[in-house]
Nanobody
């Protein structure tokens, strides 16, 4: 079992930055691929970014490439999503998730464990 807790969301103006964190409990965090997803009101949950267990490979959705950076520290059981140049369309609840999913990192159903989410609101 892995429990995930996200933090770092908030209200920011367009062009601003936020850093989301995901703290995991459980000894197996380091063996999982970690992903970040988001869900805006009235929309389906969508893939944002993922990082393999070793951190050697990352994936991003096209709309966040060059703006978001995913990272992890297995020794601390933490992951993060650094978001910059934020846009109003980035507004959503952001979730971290882990699972044995690589290379099928974009599919919501492939992830075994999810956090409760943290709200990110970008004002124009």
């Amino acid at each position: 079992q892995v429990q995930l807790v996200e933090s770092g969301g908030g209200l920011v103006q367009a062009g601003g930055s936020l850093r989301l964190s995901c703290v995991a409990s459980g000894r197996t965090f380091g063996s999982y691929t970690m992903g970040w997803f988001r869900q805006a009101p009235g929309k389906e949950r969508e893939f944002v970014a993922a990082i393999t267990w070793s951190g050697s490979t990352t994936h991003y959705r096209d709309s966040v490439k060059d703006r978001f950076t995913i990272s992890r520290d297995n020794a601390k059981n933490t992951g993060s999503l650094q978001m910059s140049s934020l846009k109003p369309e980035d507004t959503a609840v952001y979730y971290c998730a882990v699972g044995y999913v690589h290379p099928r990192v974009v599919d919501v159903g492939n992830y075994a464990y999810w956090g409760q989410g943290t709200q990110v609101t970008v004002s124009s």
